[in-house]
């Protein structure tokens, strides 16, 4: 039994890490200005704003006294404009540092942040190495940089995670809505090359956080790793592999010249209003650019993980299927 508390539980990797924790009965709390995704856990889950609400979430914090900690809570969409709009990503875990000083049984926290500190292709050299194209990388940026000044005020080991590009059940957009497109017979794959991705899916994550969270410091204190899956997938044999699961029609390939002024009228569509468009410019030149990350750093002390891709496909069109996703 272990007191574990985490922030932004009502998201979606905190849906997923709370329930494999609650299903091996720890002590649970969940920091979150939303309710859960989950209904199940909703008596875990504490409404707490980690920006607005300081004195809240200190009281709070203290009186769980955790033995570990992951800060999940962030603002995640890329639609603000300066970096004030992701003042929840800095101030935020300014906050929480602020919250958990002075804690004596707190063993560890991780951070999370994202692969957007760089360039969608880019490899870093170094752990700030940056070059990020949005303002919620930029946001994430300021956030690492806060924590490593911030070293002396945490009262534990820390490490930092930069989760790829997750999917599985309790997801959201963009991935719910890649399964939905070929559920519908909507997707189509562009041109004939091969699409390398270091995606994760979320069962294999939440196995490699715990594990860390129990890693000898020496592995992972002051530390960044990517969070992925080992081996990278194929996006194409990715989609047909979904596909072939739902029983679907087959995905048909469509020259990218083709998709290009389509991607431009998303782009459109999203300065209009339209919150989701399922092709932007930004979302296709995502999606041909190759995403491998080093990942044997993390699979050095998290070790093999449980779910195979066609494994992690199966689970995820089955909760489609029991939560209503595919209609």
Not at 11 to 24: A, D, M, P, Q
Not at 243 to 272: E, H, Y
Request: a positive charge.
């Amino acid at each position: 039994m272990a007191r574990i508390l985490i922030t932004g539980g009502s998201g979606f990797i905190g849906t997923n890490l709370l329930e494999r924790y609650k299903s091996e009965g720890h002590d649970l709390l969940n920091i979150d200005h939303k309710r859960p995704r989950n209904a199940d856990h909703r008596r875990f889950w504490t409404n707490v704003d980690i920006l607005n609400n300081k004195d809240l979430l200190h009281k709070v914090t203290r009186e769980f006294d955790p033995d570990f900690l992951f800060h999940l809570a962030a603002r995640t969409d890329l639609d603000g404009k300066t970096l004030d709009d992701y003042a929840a990503n800095t101030t935020g875990t300014s906050n929480v540092i602020e919250a958990i000083s002075g804690l004596t049984r707190l063993k560890r926290i991780l951070f999370t942040s994202t692969r957007l500190v760089c360039r969608i292709g880019y490899v870093p050299q170094a752990e700030a190495d940056y070059c990020p194209t949005t303002t919620y990388g930029a946001s994430k940026i300021a956030m690492e940089q806060l924590i490593r000044d911030a070293d002396r005020q945490i009262p534990c080991s820390w490490t930092i995670f930069r989760p790829t590009s997750i999917w599985g059940p309790w997801f959201d957009v963009p991935y719910k809505t890649f399964f939905t497109a070929i559920a519908k017979g909507h997707y189509v794959h562009p041109g004939n090359r091969t699409i390398r991705k270091s995606y994760g899916y979320v069962g294999n994550i939440v196995v490699q956080l715990q594990r860390a969270m129990l890693a000898p410091a020496e592995a992972t204190e002051k530390k960044t790793f990517y969070l992925a899956d080992y081996q990278p997938l194929d996006v194409r044999e990715w989609a047909d592999l979904i596909q072939r699961t739902m029983r679907t029609s087959k995905i048909r390939t469509v020259p990218v010249p083709v998709l290009r002024p389509v991607a431009l009228l998303g782009d459109i569509a999203k300065k209009a209003g339209w919150n989701n468009p399922f092709l932007t410019s930004f979302r296709l030149d995502n999606l041909l650019t190759e995403m491998v990350y080093d990942v044997e750093p993390l699979q050095r002390f998290a070790g093999p993980t449980p779910y195979s891709l066609e494994d992690g496909v199966k689970e995820t069109v089955d909760w489609m299927h029991r939560h209503g996703e595919l209609g």
